[in-house]
């Protein structure tokens, strides 16, 4: 498992260069990444869905965006999305896909079906950390 | 102070911002912060993912009303980061507006990597993600092959100015055809669904989805909205680039393929 980590967090900081990140934003991007497949393969080895799995995922990476966002004064989305990358649901996508080929279309919809519902837990926890961050921000900005 | 240049100035700001794959309410924000600079009372922006709409009011003084229209979206966040560190510094009056919009004009088109480091990280970047999924050393070397083909096709094709949807398609079709010929022609890799649906990852819509997101949480529904649609329209095209390639190996070789 921690091959996995470890690799992810290269494959965050390759993506982050495709996205044609500064330079020294690379290695926390990466590390943002990391985290979030770390969380998601934790859920899976404790028997949870890949849904949950994918929920925490972005809501850690989420949560690391938002806070590494705030310390080096830059938008949070250099960080969130090549940190996202690694929990996009491409192996949902290419079942269904498959199953559509094999003309199986019980499995299409089984497929499709819980692919929808891991971009959607990845939407929610963006949503929630999204949320917030703004509450925190206006509860701060209240105090200065 | 002068208005009109101003107006040009967080224009330009919010155009490189949006060009470049920032969210809208971001890109409004900015624009608005920078407008707030000015002594006009009303300030209003309106920002879709293909234009930019600002205007400036006041009761004594002629309205002023500026629109930008933006193509060619890319996705460039050193770029972002720049525009967004030009509006900080310009809205705490450390710099002045002419250099603020110098610089801006400059980052609009300041150099990021070099064109083959660019192709070498689609391919490592394919290549780790087969490792991600738990894929073998094996799989993981046939993907970042994969990955370098995917990644020169990507940078030629964008340098001759190519649409993104036929990009993808051909892209993904190429790395299914790669990955195909691995297994079955030199019967080098394990996992067939592994290997493509790593090596298709560097043209996974993920910065469609993940602002997407973000514009409909906001509330900027007709830029939520428009991004989905980008979203699915991108989705779609490597869908059909990978079916063709496997269904024309169903054809040529008959059934079973995993």
């Not at chain 1, 949070?76 to 896909?97: A, D, H």
């Not at chain 2, 994969?146 to 190519?162: E, R």
């Amino acid at each position: 498992m921690m091959i996995q980590v470890f690799a992810a967090y290269f494959v965050t900081i390759f993506f982050a260069i495709i996205f044609k990140t500064s330079k020294n934003q690379l290695l926390i991007s990466g590390f943002v990444g990391a985290v979030g497949w770390w969380g998601y393969l934790m859920v899976i080895h404790y028997d949870y869905s890949i849904v949950t799995g994918s929920f925490i995922g972005a809501f850690l990476v989420s949560l690391l965006a938002n806070l590494f966002s705030k310390i080096r004064k830059s938008p949070v989305t250099i960080f969130q999305i090549p940190g996202i990358i690694p929990l996009v649901p491409g192996m949902g996508m290419y079942k269904t896909l498959y199953a559509v080929i094999e003309e199986d279309y019980n499995l299409v919809a089984k497929q499709l079906f819980e692919t929808l519902q891991i971009a959607g837990s990845i939407a929610v926890a963006m949503m929630l950390i999204f949320s917030l961050s703004t509450l925190i921000e206006q509860h701060i900005s209240k105090k200065a | 102070m002068d208005s009109k240049k101003l107006m040009n100035f967080s224009l330009t700001v919010g155009e490189v911002m949006l060009k470049n794959g920032a969210e809208t309410y971001r890109v409004e924000d900015t624009i608005n912060r920078i407008l707030k600079t000015s002594n006009y009372k009303g300030i209003e922006s309106f920002v879709t993912p293909t234009g930019i709409f600002a205007t400036l009011e006041d009761e004594d003084r002629d309205h002023m009303t500026f629109i930008r229209r933006v193509n060619n979206r890319d996705i460039n966040l050193y770029r972002i980061e720049l525009a967004n560190a030009i509006s900080r510094d310009y809205c705490n009056r450390s710099i002045t507006l002419n250099d603020a919009y110098d610089s801006i004009l400059k980052a609009a088109h300041v150099p990021t990597y070099s064109k083959g480091f660019i192709v070498i990280s689609v391919g490592l970047a394919a290549g780790l993600f087969a490792i991600v999924l738990g894929g073998s050393v094996y799989d993981a070397f046939v993907t970042f092959v994969a990955g370098l083909v995917l990644g020169l096709f990507q940078v030629t094709m964008q340098h001759l100015g190519v649409s993104k949807f036929f990009i993808d398609i051909i892209g993904s079709f190429m790395t299914s055809w790669v990955a195909l010929f691995f297994i079955h022609a030199l019967d080098f890799g394990t996992s067939l669904d592994l290997i493509i649906i790593s090596s298709i990852m560097p043209l996974v819509p993920g910065v469609a989805i993940t602002n997407a997101v973000r514009d409909t949480i906001h509330g900027d529904l007709v830029s939520g909205a428009s991004r989905i649609l980008d979203a699915f329209i991108i989705a779609a095209s490597i869908a059909a680039g990978v079916g063709i390639a496997l269904s024309i190996f169903n054809s040529i070789y008959g059934g079973i393929l995993l």
